[in-house]
């Protein structure tokens, strides 16, 4: 149990483009998604934390309106790369978690995303 | 302030040899503590988690890890190794509100 899809695997577009990630909770209920961001051989860094029904809640320096942030279900949160350009290439993972401070957070496979 | 701390960087070991990868965290309360794998270019896995009770905690894959309160460390270990663990590990400590605080992780490379 606690299977996390995240889709797609891999974007290459262009600059100026805007892309969306999904991610998807497939056997559970997720009150809380994460998004990450992860730069080569780096750890993961928390973007924002969204919970269903709510505006997502942004860590310090992250841009708002450049990673916007939806979790419409329990199943499902979005993040949409904005007007993507070259420095917002990285890999991006989402997390999800089951109610309670106690859930371990379930990650998705990763993100890889690349801007011409 | 709550952080985590991973040591080593880099780690080699031989294949079938044993293992222990180092953590050691800051934080205020009683922590949630984790230990995740990635595998290159792929999500994370978790390992093994610890909340509360016994101190010594078992995972998959054979690993463990031990919760030492006294010198703030959640150390995870395996008794042999194998080809298919190198990989990079990440140690994780619950700060409340659901928000974990990743370690820097350690990169696991195993010699035949």
């Known amino acids: 149990g606690a299977v996390v899809s995240q889709h797609p695997s891999r974007v290459i577009c262009k600059s100026g483009t805007s892309v969306k990630i999904e991610c998807r909770s497939l056997?559970?209920?997720?009150?809380?998604m994460f998004w990450y961001r992860q730069f080569p051989k780096q750890s993961l860094m928390l973007m924002a934390t969204?919970?269903?029904?709510?505006?997502?809640?942004?860590e310090q320096g992250v841009e708002k309106d450049k990673f916007l942030i939806n979790h419409a279900s329990l199943t499902l949160s979005t993040l949409t790369v904005t007007s993507a350009h070259p420095e917002d290439s990285s890999f991006y993972i989402c997390?999800?978690?089951?109610?309670?401070?106690?859930?371990?957070?379930?990650f998705g496979d990763g993100t890889r995303l690349s801007i011409l | 302030a709550q952080s985590v701390t991973q040591p080593d960087i880099h780690i080699t070991v031989s294949e079938g040899a044993s293992l222990e990868l180092r953590c050691n965290y800051s934080?205020?309360?009683?922590?949630?503590l984790f230990w995740y794998v990635q595998s290159p270019g792929q999500g994370l896995q978790l390992l093994l988690k610890?909340?509360?009770?016994?101190?010594l905690v078992q995972g998959i894959k054979g690993f463990e890890a031990e919760f030492k309160r006294s010198q703030s460390s959640f150390n995870l270990r395996k008794p042999s190794v194998h080809w298919s663990d190198a990989a990079e590990y990440f140690c994780?400590?619950?700060?409340?509100?659901?928000?974990?605080?990743f370690g820097t992780g350690t990169r696991l490379k195993v010699l035949a």
């Open positions: 997390s999800a978690s089951r109610q309670g401070a106690d859930q371990p957070q379930h």
């Open positions: 056997d559970f209920q997720a009150t809380t």
């Open positions: 969204s919970n269903e029904g709510s505006k997502a809640t942004y």
């Open positions: 934080y205020g309360a009683t922590p949630y």
């Open positions: 610890y909340f509360s009770g016994d101190t």
């Open positions: 994780a400590v619950g700060a409340g509100t659901y928000k974990y605080i």
